[in-house]
Antibody
Framework: QLQLQESGPGLVKPSETLSLTCTVS??????????WGWIRQPPGKGLEWIGS???????YYNPSLQSRVTISVDTSKNQFSLKVTSVTAADTAVYYC?????????????WGHGTTVTVSS | EIVLTQSPDTLSLSPGERATLSCRAS???????LAWYQQKPGLAPRLLIY???SRATGIPDRFSGSGSGTDFTLTISRLEPEDFAVYYC?????????FGQGTKVEIK
């Protein structure tokens, strides 16, 4: 069964860059049937889609975050990554990596457990 | 602007009761790109419904989705204790994904 696991620093200083990696196990990231993405959830708030990537490298970003976000894929490691630049306290959140199923109207069918990132000096 | 508005914000019900959650879309959704998720405290969300009315793998049949255009509904026919949680609707439009703000179903 395919699983996703987020990894990266839990504490980032303001104005610095947040970097997270998602490792895909139990399946190949190079399957053409899926997008791979990131979603975040600030404490006590709702879900916000950050962006998604196709295994060939095609990227799609939330317009509200696009200027600060980069998502990349490494098919040799079966991983994809997120970078958010110039972070502030508003970027403090639980970050989830997700898979969306292109063959079934693109819902997020598999989620990682999530990793908490705090922006603080 | 693409928006999903869920109502009510909080639904207070007893186990065994029927829950009806609403999700209003602006602009309208022209194809079946509407999904529902359940989230319990401290856990990642779980896909319940995709393509408006299709249940995800392992989801009990007390959960059902319906709707079209701008108005969509998640119905839980008889609430079980494990169903008290927050529910989100989500739409997909040309490589953009958007969530509603969530509805909390709490025990009355």
């Amino acid at each position: 069964q395919l699983q996703l696991q987020e990894s990266g620093p839990g504490l980032v200083k303001p104005s610095e860059t947040l970097s997270l990696t998602c490792t895909v196990s139990g399946g190949s990231i190079s399957s053409g049937s899926y997008y791979w993405g990131w979603i975040r959830q600030p404490p006590g708030k709702g879900l916000e889609w950050i962006g998604s990537i196709y295994y060939r490298g095609d990227t799609y970003y939330n317009p509200s975050l696009q200027s600060r976000v980069t998502i990349s894929v490494d098919t040799s490691k079966n991983q994809f990554s997120l970078k958010v630049t110039s972070v502030t306290a508003a970027d403090t959140a639980v970050y989830y990596c997700v898979r969306s199923d292109r063959g079934h109207f693109d819902p997020f069918d598999i989620w990682g457990h999530g990793t908490t990132v705090t922006v603080s000096s | 602007e693409i928006v999903l508005t869920q109502s009510p914000d909080t639904l207070s019900l007893s186990p065994g009761e029927r829950a009806t959650l609403s999700c209003r879309a602006s602009p309208s959704i022209s194809r079946s790109y509407l999904a529902w998720y359940q989230q319990k405290p401290g856990l990642a969300p779980r896909l319940l419904i995709y393509a408006i009315s299709s249940r995800a793998t392992g989801i009990p049949d007390r959960f059902s989705g319906s709707g079209s255009g701008t108005d969509f509904t998640l119905t839980i026919s008889r609430l079980e204790p494990e169903d008290f949680a927050v529910y989100y609707c989500q739409r997909y439009d040309n490589s953009l994904w958007t969530f509603g703000q969530g509805t909390k179903v709490e025990i009355k």
